[in-house]
């Protein structure tokens, strides 16, 4: 494999280590690593794009201490395990600035980013990225026996023959040595429903160019009607933070901010409305549609 850009013996050991487990023929290069999350949150008390902003580089949870998913990115920890098995130990000592940083294959070209289930915004790398990154399917929290690299790619198969829940059919990415946001990022696509807003206006602060796309939304009756998804207690939440009837990935954040929910309830919520609120239409193109919001792309579901 070539490995230049890669910075770290670490990085470049635990690249070896999955390429030699890994088969299939290679990805296709239009293709794109995104990076999900909730661009409104904040992250050690501090806004998650103002900290981008000032850092300049997109972090694990080994560094930042927050997670869409589980927080267990600690010396014995459960995400410290996983990582210890994929990457045959390649990572056991090192600094939590060396670790990789997660994300997911776009293999369906969502405008939504790859694994919404982590937010409703994303990060799309440039193409140099996918060339140090590895791969596996299902998520690592499920210890895969399927892994991939960028040269030798069978995840994409088995991901489309799963009959998987729509939130939980990507291809997790693990891109080692590093985001930089003026280096490694193509866009940063945001939700519609934080036009106007100050997330906006920190996303224009970062050294990408800066994409929308249609948006996630839901109405109260339509939450509640789905109530057995997550719960009926987490329709009933998303029916008190609700925006003029309205369940958006703003009104979740917002409510976030307030401390007043519990962050686990709120991210219930969420996986509903990522669910069942997602835009509706095909998946498009990278470009142009997501930039205007032209034709309005869906997030894929499972077949019955």
């Known amino acids: 494999m070539d490995f230049r850009g890669v910075v770290g013996t670490c990085a470049r050991a635990a690249l070896r280590h999955v390429a030699a487990r890994s088969a299939g023929p290679a990805v296709d290069a239009r293709l794109r690593v995104t990076l999900n999350f909730h661009p409104d949150r904040t992250a050690r008390g501090r806004p998650v794009l103002a900290a981008l902003a000032q850092d300049g580089k997109y972090h694990s949870q080994f560094v930042t201490g ?3 998913g589980g927080l267990t990115a600690h010396p014995g920890g459960d995400r410290w395990r996983w990582e210890s098995r994929i990457f045959g130990g390649a990572y056991d000592d090192a600094a939590g600035h060396e670790r990789p940083v997660y994300g997911a294959l776009n293999f369906r070209r969502q405008v939504v980013g790859a694994a919404p289930r982590f937010g409703s915004s994303h990060f799309r790398l440039r193409a140099a990225t ?4 590895t791969f596996c399917y299902p998520d ?3 210890e895969p026996a399927h892994f991939g690299v960028a040269a030798r790619m069978s995840l994409i198969a ?15 990415a693990h891109v080692h040595g590093g985001v930089d946001l003026a280096r490694d990022v193509e866009a940063l696509v945001l939700d519609a429903c934080y036009r106007g807003t100050p997330v906006e206006t920190a996303a224009r602060r970062l050294p990408c160019p800066v994409e929308w796309h249609p948006g996630y939304r839901l109405t109260v009756a339509a939450l509640r009607g789905h109530g057995d998804y997550r719960g009926q207690e987490y329709a009933e939440l998303g029916a008190r933070i609700a925006r003029d009837g309205l369940v958006d990935p703003r009104a979740i954040g917002d409510a976030a901010r307030t401390g007043r929910y519990d962050a686990q309830d709120l991210k219930m919520v969420w996986h509903t409305l990522a669910r069942f609120g997602a835009p509706e239409g095909a998946g498009t193109a990278y470009s142009g549609t997501a930039a ?7 997030l894929s579901t499972p077949t019955a």
């Open 130 to 133: 996918l060339a140090r990154a």
């Open 66 to 68: 927050t997670s869409n």
């Open 158 to 172: 088995l991901a489309e023959a799963d009959e998987q829940d729509a939130l939980n059919d990507y291809i997790e």
């Open 292 to 298: 205007s919001g032209g034709q309005t792309p869906g």
């Open 140 to 142: 690592s929290a499920a």
